[in-house]
């Protein structure tokens, strides 16, 4: 265990490897939030910055995260987002008896056909991902304004239960989580689908003439980024008890910025699963800390967009090194 | 051996790529349990052939049978499973995995639900090392590796497979003669376990040392197979170049003596100390050491690719800086490196691109390239270099390592340099297209331009230089001058090791 020995933690080089650097600005940002606003620390604000308002970003960012590792990129998160949230909410509405396991099923299955247009876009046609996923993303975008122009609620308790349950004082949501985040790690660190999914990312040829089928691993990688965009979307629906088209706005951007910031390659291949949800939470962070201090939303975009130019020059500056 | 049914047969083998035959009707065939060693020119087809065995690419006619019968090998995974293995001669290795993954990807030992045995595979990973008696970190990741370290989890991946075949392209390249004994008692091993081992290499000692039989291609066509107890070293490359190997460094021809490039008390951070050199114009001046002593580090402070710390540059007379590679250029220095597929060509683009991309400024009209004048001049200069393609328009990717060199080659004539500095000009090239390649770079010289080049390869640095710099730790450890009589390796060796060691065999560490 000698990445865990003192010199390698406090080591500065070790500090700006992707992944430890991540939990040093975390660490920062904790520290001022908590000097610079009396609420900040109340454990009311606390459980929502860390147990609630994450949950959502968190599993979008690890599809987000399988896309990018695979050597592409997911356009289409935002309007998936909005599309399922819809769906759920349309779904309560127009079927008033439907129960709360079929809903969550047909959102499960509608995500992976997402993931399954993608990969058969961008992999099996070779359109580039950037342009094939954004494509999906003007598609389905069409498909929830056809439906509804305005947001859609009343979503059953039976369903919201997710998003308001306790137990121990910790809501559920944040176990709903956690299992899907140890469902996912152990699925890219110990199993061999990760190790696929590493070496495809990283080189496409070599993992090929290695006999990893390239073609079948980067279509499992949307397939699971359709199917976890599902579960955050079950997430977010639960949580605000509706839907409708701009539910999921920000999330393409959002999700790719804590994945940077977390560590994840533009390029492939690099980059845990672990430093993308310490991607999230330095947003979450950030966005909270911006709210208590009153900070005007428009002024927040602005300053988002400059940590992502900053994350992402940060990594590209270690990568000429 | 007596007759006996081949494991292994080529029947008729064929292969076209976009504007190049690189097979045509290839019949071989391979008994098991023998060494057969393949040789041939770059570019004569040894890995294109090699590529069809495993599944990389499909043979646009003819058959592969294995143990009788006709086999389809539809992909490298298929290759895999006959129990075919490869070292290929690029590196198959993914950098961003450690040396366990790496060694058993794609065939990880997995216990419940496809996790994977890491214990296992580290275990098994240890014991092909052990027995390669190697010593490795093998939790490190690829990127961290030496190129030599690299090689060996090279060979360990092939290893882990219990093959029936297993296919070695130039496995020795970066490997040091202690290295390789064990590689070749590894071969004998394997011999006995009756796998087949196909093995590819330029050095015709190793052939002559471990090959039972050899096969000789030549652009594409089987010319010779024997028994190699059949064969000399002198009949091999006959069979290969159709050339005797004497002639194959140029004259050194008749430098003046005028000085064109003074290099006074250069140094740059830990690389480089204390340089003081002179270059006279139309002269080769070789730079030899050991793997780190400072060469090509050398060359990149010239270029300014490394900063100088101190040390000025006189060139033709006048003080110069060079504190950039845009700099060096415009002073008339060009640079061509080691590795030309990370430093050297632009792979997606094609001949001509790759060609004029150094001297675009010259065809330039009214801030347009001006195509035809272009496309002339390309052409021009790869004429007369004969490099071997179809078009200028073909990619640079397809053409084999000599004749990408010589497209480097050309980029570099058309900046009309005065200081050339190559590092390893000849690496992975074979012995014709190496003799072109000095015969070019002796002409440049002739024209009365200098010639600055970095060889790992001592009958390379005493075949073409005029004089040997010799370094050793960042500092020079001596000068040879030719003209006073030529330079034996042993010399240059012991300058090159600061005398501490014996002069048998390439010590390097």
Redesign the interface.
């Given at each position: 265990m000698k990445n865990l020995s003192v010199k390698n933690i406090i080591n500065p080089k070790e500090l700006v490897k992707p992944g430890k650097f991540v939990w040093l600005i975390l660490i920062v940002m904790l520290i001022a939030s908590s000097v610079s606003s009396p609420i900040f620390l109340t454990s009311r604000n606390l459980r929502n910055v860390f147990l609630i308002q994450p949950i959502g970003l968190a599993i979008a960012t690890m599809a987000q995260s399988v896309v990018m590792i695979s050597g592409n990129i997911d356009m289409s998160i935002a309007s998936a987002v909005s599309l399922m949230t819809t769906m759920a909410a349309g779904l309560f509405r127009d079927i008033p008896d439907i129960s709360p396991f079929t809903v969550s099923l047909l959102l499960l299955l509608t995500g992976i056909a997402i993931g399954a247009l993608n990969g058969f876009m961008a992999v099996i046609l070779r359109i580039p991902a950037f342009m094939a996923t954004l494509a999906t993303s003007s598609l389905l975008q069409g498909v929830i304004f056809f439906y509804t122009k305005r947001p859609i609620g009343g979503i059953p308790k039976s369903f919201r239960f997710l998003a308001s349950y306790k137990v121990a004082g910790i809501p559920i949501c944040f176990f709903y989580f956690l299992i899907i985040f140890l469902v996912m790690a152990?699925l890219l660190n110990?199993?061999?689908?990760?190790?696929?999914l590493?070496?495809t990312g990283?080189?496409d040829y070599?993992?090929?003439?290695?006999?990893?089928?390239v073609v079948r691993v980067k279509m499992q990688a949307y397939l699971l980024g359709g199917a976890l965009v599902a579960l955050a979307s079950i997430f977010l629906s639960s949580r605000m008890g509706g839907g409708g088209p701009t539910t999921g706005d920000g999330y393409e951007l959002d999700t790719i910025t804590a994945a940077v910031i977390g560590g994840i390659s533009l390029a492939g291949?690099?980059g845990k699963l672990m430093g993308a949800i310490g991607g999230v939470f330095i947003l979450m962070i950030f966005s909270n800390f911006m709210n208590l201090m009153d900070i005007n939303p428009y002024i927040q975009m602005f300053l988002k967009g400059m940590i992502l130019i900053l994350a992402v020059a940060f990594y590209a500056k270690k990568d000429s090194e | 051996m007596a007759q006996q049914m081949p494991l292994l047969e080529f029947r008729k083998i064929t292969k076209t790529f976009p504007g190049v035959k690189a097979l045509s009707d290839v019949d071989m065939s391979f008994r098991k349990g023998e060494v057969h060693a393949l040789v041939g020119e770059n570019g004569a087809g040894k890995s294109t052939l090699m590529k069809i065995l495993?599944g990389?690419y499909q043979p646009t006619a003819g058959e592969v049978h294995f143990n009788g019968k006709a086999v389809g090998i539809k992909?490298?995974?298929e290759?895999?499973l006959m129990g075919i293995s490869i070292i290929?001669q690029e590196?198959?290795?993914?950098?961003?995995?450690d040396v366990v993954?790496n060694v058993f990807?794609?065939?990880?030992p997995?216990g419940f639900?496809?996790?994977?045995d890491?214990a296992l595979a580290r275990k098994k990973t240890l014991e092909i090392f052990e027995r390669m008696g190697v010593e490795m970190d093998i939790d490190r990741k690829i990127s961290e590796l030496s190129v030599v370290e690299q090689q060996l989890v090279e060979i360990a991946k092939a290893l882990s497979v219990t093959a029936q075949v297993l296919i070695m392209d130039e496995p020795s390249a970066p490997l040091t003669d202690k290295e390789l004994t064990k590689l070749f008692e590894i071969i004998r091993s394997l011999k006995e376990q009756g796998v087949t081992i196909i093995y590819i290499s330029h050095m015709l000692e190793e052939i002559f040392e471990i090959a039972d039989r050899v096969t000789v291609l030549k652009d594409g066509e089987v010319t010779h197979t024997a028994d190699v107890a059949d064969m000399t070293k002198d009949l091999l490359v006959k069979k290969m170049v159709g050339r005797d190997i004497d002639d194959i460094y140029p004259e050194p021809g008749s430098p003046s003596s005028d000085i064109l490039l003074d290099v006074q008390n250069l140094s740059s951070g830990e690389r480089i100390s204390d340089i003081s050199f002179q270059l006279r114009k139309g002269e080769v001046l070789g730079l030899a050491g050991m793997v780190g002593s400072g060469r090509s580090e050398l060359v990149k402070t010239l270029m300014g690719i490394h900063k100088k710390d101190s040390g000025s540059l006189q060139f033709d007379g006048r003080s110069i800086e060079n504190a950039s590679m845009s700099e060096a250029i415009a002073n008339g220095f060009y640079y061509i490196p080691s590795d030309r597929k990370k430093e050297g060509i632009v792979a997606p683009m094609n001949i001509r691109e790759n060609t004029t991309i150094a001297s675009l400024g010259d065809f330039l009209n009214r801030g347009l390239i001006n195509r035809k004048n272009e496309t002339v001049a390309a052409d021009a200069e790869n004429k007369k270099l004969k490099t071997k393609t179809s078009s200028l328009d073909e990619q640079i990717r397809n053409l084999s390592g000599g004749n990408q060199q010589k497209v480097l080659l050309a980029r570099a004539l058309l900046t009309k340099p005065k200081v050339f500095c190559i590092v390893e000009p000849t690496r992975g090239i074979d012995v014709g297209a190496k003799h072109e390649i000095y015969k070019i770079l002796r002409d440049l010289c002739e024209a009365g331009s200098s010639v600055i080049m970095v060889s790992s390869e001592l009958p390379e640095v005493i075949g073409m230089s005029n004089r040997i710099l010799v370094m050793n730790q960042g500092k020079t450890a001596g000068l040879v001058d030719q003209a006073e009589g030529q330079a034996t390796e042993e010399q240059i060796l012991s300058l090159a090791v600061g005398h501490e060691y014996s002069l048998h065999g390439k010590e390097t560490s």
């Open positions: 152990a110990r199993h061999r689908f990760g190790n696929h590493y070496a990283s080189d070599i993992a090929g003439i290695s006999g990893i089928p291949g690099e | 495993c990389v992909n490298p995974h290759a895999q290929f590196f198959s290795l993914i950098n961003h995995l993954s990807l794609n065939r990880e997995v639900a496809g996790f994977k890491k």
